[in-house]
Each structure stands twice: as C-alpha cells, then as structure tokens.
C-alpha cells in the first residue's frame, strides 16, 4: 500500500471518529442513566407453609385490668429510722469495735475514746465528793456547838447551807460523767465507751483508729439504721403523675430478686419538680423481709382506678426474641403474620396478658415456639 492510500485511510477513519462523537453529543438519550430495575421485597414477618392444619389455633380471651405504671427506682435506708451515733466527750479513738455494714445490737460497744473531758469531770467529781465529806463534817460540829449555846444559829444555818450546796455539787459532777459516757463513779478513768443506742445495720462510718473526735461537732463517729421498714423513691414524669396518690399501694420487685414481689404503700408525692428531666420522686414505704440492700434498684407497679380490656392469651403463643414479645396471627393462603405484641403480667391458668398488638377474640398460633422453629428449618 502507498503512502497516499495510507494516507487517505487514516483520514477517513479520522472522519468517522468526529462524526460518530457529534452525534453522541447531539443524541439526549445518549446522556441519559440507564433505568432502574425494581425488585420486590418479600415480607419477612410473612410465612406461608403448606400444612397450616400442624398448627392449632387458639383464640385470645379478654381480661379485664386495671391501668399499670411501671418506673423504676432505689432502695433507701428510711431517714426517720436513722440514729447518729455521738460523743459528748472529744478526744482520740483508741479502739474500734464496729465497722461499716455490720450489724450491731442497742448497747453493744462500738468504740473507745481517750478524752481529756472525761478526765477533767472525775477530778470536779471527786473534788465535789471531798468538799462534801468536809461540808458534812462541819455541820455535825456546828451543830454539837449549837446544842451547847457556843455557837448562833446564823452560824448553824451557814454550815447546813454549804453542806447542801456540796451535795448538789457532788450531783451535778456525777451527772455530767454519766453524759459524758462514764457511769462507773468508783473507777476514775480517762476513756469513754461508746455504745449503740439502738439496734440495726451501720450504715456510715467517720472515724478510724487513732482518729480524732469532736464531740458534738460534724461528723458523727457513726450512723446507724434500722432497715426493718426502707424506702423505695421512683422519678415519676409530669405526664404520669395523674395515676399516683398517697396511700396507694405498689408492687416491688427488685432486679436482684426477679421473682420476688414486696407491696409497700406511697407516703409522699414530691411537691417539685426537677427542671431537667420533668419528673416528680415518689416514695413508697415498705417492709424489708431482710433481702432489701441500700442503693438496690427496684422496678414499682402503680395500678391505677381506670379499668381496660386486655387480650389474653396462652403463654406458650407468645415468643420472646430479641427483647421483644412476638406472636403469629393467621392470614388467607396459608399465610401467618409475626406481630409484634407488648406483654403484661402473667395470669392464672399459665395465661399471659397482653396490653397492645392484639384484640380479644383475635386467633393466634397456640405455640409460637414450635412454629418458629419449624419455619427456620
């Protein structure tokens, strides 16, 4: 081929290229995106088998309830049972015989107290007690003086005055040791024993060994509970506050103790408000059986005055998966529906409450479980 001929080919393909790009440009339905392709989803709450008649039916009951609020909250130890533990002397701990969580019973020793106090009182004490001794003395000898006209009788009533006076001295000392918590008059000493003044679980502790003590000052060496009665305070929002009265009982359960369930009765409604989260604290007063712990969280159950109609149905046609409550409804063509259902409490005759999702008189698989497995295989 010659160079002409070459020439000329390159020439037309050139040619071709342009023209076949012009009319690309010039083509809108050249530019435009390929159209989409629309597939439909099947339903995954939707089962279709081929032998329904493997799954009895079953048909929801109504029952009739009361209205429930549920909130969680705490265990509190109950502020009118707690009992500081005081020491009128100040001085320096030497002993401890308690400790924090211990159980403890009224006039068991708690702790021991170096005090000055103490040591001053027994010297006013025994001072007093001398003074009286000379007192006593001195009247008899006026007295004996007076019978023989030696003496007056202002003389004989300014000696029955000071005797009195020694007596009264000697009471006030005496006295002032027993508030200081030495009652032990023979035995003059310097420490001070503690004891509890009532019985219960100690549920603060402020002093170690070698710790100081100040008296009446803040903090107190110990407090001690009673927690044979506790208090439970819930956080009740703005909008819920209508189906909680004082006197009103309440359910408990404890998270630690599923199973259990304590009634206690509202006391106090909380007259404020938080700003922040809108909610009101309630407290709910109740007998501790001995498993209730300071600090525990509860679950409490208000049921309110309102009566509604609730389906119930068996509990083996509830399926509980990934903490939520399912049950299967049937449809035309062999079809079931998973629907998602809110459960209530348990009833007698191993029937289950349920608050939403379903109707009474809406028929639902019998067994949940056993279809569930049966659909997955």
Known sequence: MSRKEIAALALALALGLFDAGCKQESDPQAEAPPPLKVQRVEDRSVFRVDRPERFPLTQAIAHVATSQLKVTGTVNPDISRNV???????????????????????????????????????????????????????????????????????????????????????????????????????????????????SGVITDQQVTNAAGVPGLGSPNPFTISDLSY???????????LSNVRLGQKAEIRLNAYPDEVFTGVISNVGPVLDPNIRTAKVRIEVRNPGLMR??????????????????????????????????????????????????????????????????????????????????EQ
């Open 84 to 198: 500081p533990v005081i020491s009128l002397a100040t001085g320096r701990v030497v002993e401890i015989s308690a400790r924090l969580g211990d159980t403890v019973q009224k006039g068991q020793l708690l702790l021991r107290v170096q005090s000055a106090d103490v040591s001053g009182a027994f010297s006013d004490y025994q001072k007093a007690v001398a003074d009286e001794a000379l007192a006593h003395t001195q009247l008899e000898r006026s007295q004996l003086l007076y019978d023989k006209g030696a003496i007056s009788l202002n003389d004989l009533q300014i000696a029955q005055d000071t005797e009195a006076k020694a007596k009264v001295d000697v009471k006030t000392t005496a006295e002032r040791l027993r508030v200081l918590g030495n009652a032990n008059l023979d035995q003059p000493t310097g420490v001070v024993e503690i004891r509890a003044p009532v």
């Open 294 to 375: 300071p600090g525990m969280f509860v679950t409490a159950t208000f049921h309110g005055k309102q009566e509604e109609t609730r389906a119930a149905v068996p509990a083996t046609a509830i399926l509980h998966l990934h903490d939520r409550d399912w049950i299967y409804v049937p449809e035309k063509g062999k079809q079931f529906r998973r629907v998602e259902v809110v459960g209530g409490e348990m009833l007698p005759g191993n029937m289950h409450e349920v608050i939403s999702g379903i109707t009474p008189g809406q028929q639902v698989v019998a067994n949940a479980l056993e279809f569930q497995i049966t659909v």
């Open 230 to 240: 506790v208090w439970i305070l819930c956080d009740v929002y703005e909008n819920d």
